[in-house]
């Protein structure tokens, strides 16, 4: 069984809180828990990675290694950082903006379904730089 060392850390500071240490002896392993004035913050860390998770009052912040993966939740917006995203849901998926919304790829980009598809708009374009297809059974103008 692996042997831990405990500290808690209590500062005479203005704002600086109460911090609790767990560093495992026989391994790199190291958890904290930082209490301030304004903020909770959690850290996990070993030789290979750190996650740290900060919460203040109208905020929620979590890291992995560095600035590698963000997700960051305000009052009034969510922010999402990563190298790759995945998103599934076993029933339906919905996504709704009261203004713009936009979808951009750097390379290319595939919309399908197994049954309908329907692209509509006041005013609608398709445009292909170089070759544009349209292909099916049968296709409809007007």
């Known amino acids: 069984m692996s042997t831990l060392i405990c500290t808690i850390e209590l500062s005479k500071d203005e704002g600086e809180g109460i911090t609790v240490h767990v560093k495992n002896k026989d391994s790199s392993d190291e958890h904290q828990i930082q209490l301030s004035n304004t903020s909770i913050t959690l850290i996990s860390k070993n030789d290979s990675s750190t996650t740290q998770t900060t919460q203040t009052a109208d905020s929620l912040s979590i890291n992995v290694d560095g600035k590698k993966s963000v997700l960051s939740m305000h009052k009034d917006a969510i922010e999402m950082s990563c190298t790759n995203f995945s998103l599934k849901a076993s029933g339906s998926v919905s996504v709704e903006s ?18 309908q598809v329907n692209v509509k708009g006041n005013m609608t374009t398709l445009e292909g730089q170089s070759i544009t297809n349209i292909k099916g059974a049968l296709i409809k103008q007007g």
């Open 98 to 115: 009261g203004s713009e919304t936009s979808i951009k790829a750097g390379s290319n980009f595939k919309a399908q379904a197994n049954a």
